[in-house]
């Protein structure tokens, strides 16, 4: 068995770009700004890429590249597109014996439209992805891996995200998850999940919504997600950088800055992967695993989709600076 299980979404994406996909800010859009086409019309398409995305698929990537021994659970279709992604995922030396091949339900699809700004918007369709059946893993396996990488399990599989944490608990598997919007949405039944958790990677926006304290408060916010988690909570915030901290230290790095922006699709996967994937090499070392998963994170937006950009062993993670990494005492 593989020494990262990375467990959730395996997507087929393709990035759409054109001239005649325009921004336009207007209350109606709950971000405040849409991606628009003129209707009726027919738009010119510049360029067009198909990858593969999915935030298990991502860390899985992440952790192949660095050598460390990477498999990936979750549930394709049964169709050129389930079958285009195992072997992609096979040539980046990430174990697709893990894969679950659904014969009723299609390939997760997702068409990205890309903004000049290399901002984007995403037309996801779940489709097999939501689905991961707890009869098809072969737990028994999973019992020699050394972490899981657990992401966001949704629709039928939802229950599947507290039996994993519960199995590698009782089999001394360490945890790193990402959990989604699903885990985050039942508190009650998220937290007492969390004593088992060695690394628990959230934004500040969710941080906030979790423990349910404003997001201006930032010491309150780690404090009760400190008290609620065994190991590293991983908050990142955007272009301010992250702040992690095991109740006892907290370190704050802001964000290095890329060459040029490209996409930022799989952004916070390269950071969350980078991170643990670190974490690991260098036997706790916070600060370096802080730089790598920042090197990662800025090396993917450098590209289209979510992990041609994703570093590989040997390359340098002060390709674009060393951060500025502060510590202090609790």
Known sequence: ??????????????????????????????????????????????NIYYTI??????AAVTFARQELGSACVGRVGDDIRGHEIKKVLGDEHVSTSLLQ??????????????AASGER??????????????????????VKAKWFYITHLAGQCAPLYPKLIRFAAAHGIRIATNPGSTQLSKP????????HVDVFIVNKEEASYLVNIPYSKTDAVFAKLDSWV???????DGPKGVSISDGRTRYHAGVLKERRMVDRTGAGDAF???????????????????????????????????QEGILRKGQSPTKWGKLKITKQNL
């Open 230 to 236: 065994k190991g590293w909570v991983v908050m990142t």
């Open 272 to 306: 969350g992967s980078g991170f643990v994937a670190e974490l690991y090499k260098n036997k706790g070392d916070v600060s370096r695993a802080i730089q790598f998963g920042s090197a990662n994170a800025t090396s993917v937006i450098e590209y289209i989709g979510a």
């Open 121 to 142: 918007s995403i037309l996801a369709y779940h489709g097999a992805g939501e689905f991961i059946l707890d009869k098809d893993i072969p737990w028994r396996r999973l």
């Open 1 to 46: 068995m593989s020494t990262f299980v990375s467990i959730g979404s395996i997507t087929r994406d393709v990035f759409i770009k054109s001239k005649g996909i325009k921004t336009l800010r207007s209350s109606a859009f709950k971000t405040g700004v849409g991606e628009c086409v003129a209707l009726g019309s027919k738009i010119a398409i510049e």
């Open 188 to 195: 009650d039944l998220l937290r007492p999940l969390l004593r």
């Open 53 to 58: 995305g999915g935030s298990a698929a991502n």
């Open 101 to 114: 091949f659904d014969a009723n339900k299609y390939t997760a699809y997702s068409t990205i439209l890309l």
